[in-house]
T-cell receptor
Framework: DAGITQSPRHKVTETGTPVTLRCHQT?????MYWYRQDPGHGLRLIHY???????DKGEVSDGYSVSRSKTEDFLLTLESATSSQTSVYFC??????????????????FGEGSRLTVL | AQSVSQHNHHVILSEAASLELGCNYS??????LFWYVQYPGQHLQLLLK??????LVKGIKGFEAEFIKSKFSFNLRKPSVQWSDTAEYFC?????????????FGQGTELSVKP
């Protein structure tokens, strides 16, 4: 398994409180992603990073921010948690973007997930 | 915007039955296509992928998928399912020029295999 550690694995918090989820990798992969998984929606991309200090928004970025100050760490922050952000959050990494005809496999390796409950 | 549709939300099969899960995507350019599987309580892992070449792709555990460009489809198949195939299956797509190679996932299909 790829060396990806998410913390915390489980968290219960109250509406309005800040929450930070951490993704740590030991693979030295350039690309890192945060997805959320909700029933009926599959996985939806929140934010991603294509290098240190290089991040961009995904399809459901409202209410979330990210930071990547080191290759190995990608932090997801909910500035003021809401009940709609109750979800399972998955971090993923990729060595290359896997562009058609380009190098690498494009495969994403996923962490174990962080279950967040906002009351 | 790119989108991925998986038509079956929940499929229930008996062991040894054949499986086909549908996946369609909306992007017209060159794409990379993936099927991921999530066993109960576990994280996602790759089943198979298509980049180019032979449109019939074989993956792990006896799964295969066929890319039909004219239909924008990438259906997953297995001739004979086992109870251990019970899981959720996700189709995913990334476009050729997609900055960061971000994958867009379908909604997922839950497969339940009865022993």
């Amino acid at each position: 398994d790829a060396g990806i550690t998410q913390s915390p694995r489980h968290k219960v918090t109250e509406t309005g409180t800040p929450v930070t989820l951490r993704c740590h990798q030991t693979e030295n992969h350039r690309y890192m992603y945060w997805y959320r998984q909700d029933p009926g929606h599959g996985l939806r991309l929140i934010h991603y990073s294509y290098g240190v200090k290089d991040t961009d928004k995904g399809e459901v970025s409202d209410g979330y921010s990210v930071s990547r100050s080191k290759t190995e760490d990608f932090l997801l922050t909910l500035e003021s948690a809401t009940s709609s952000q109750t979800s399972v959050y998955f971090c993923a990494i990729s060595e290359t973007p896997g562009l058609a005809g380009g190098p690498g496999t494009g495969e994403l390796f996923f962490g174990e997930g962080s279950r967040l409950t906002v009351l | 915007a790119q989108s991925v549709s998986q038509h079956n939300h929940h499929v229930i099969l008996s062991e040894a039955a054949s499986l086909e899960l549908g996946c369609n995507y909306s992007y017209g350019g060159t794409v990379n296509l993936f099927w991921y599987v999530q066993y109960p309580g576990q994280h996602l892992q790759l089943l198979l992928k298509y980049f180019s070449g032979d449109p019939l792709v074989k993956g792990i555990k006896g799964f295969e998928a066929e890319f039909i460009k004219s239909k924008f489809s990438f259906n997953l198949r297995k001739p004979s399912v086992q109870w251990s195939d019970t899981a959720e299956y996700f189709c995913a797509v990334t476009a050729f020029y997609n900055q960061g190679g971000k994958l867009i996932f379908g909604q997922g299909t839950e497969l339940s295999v009865k022993p």
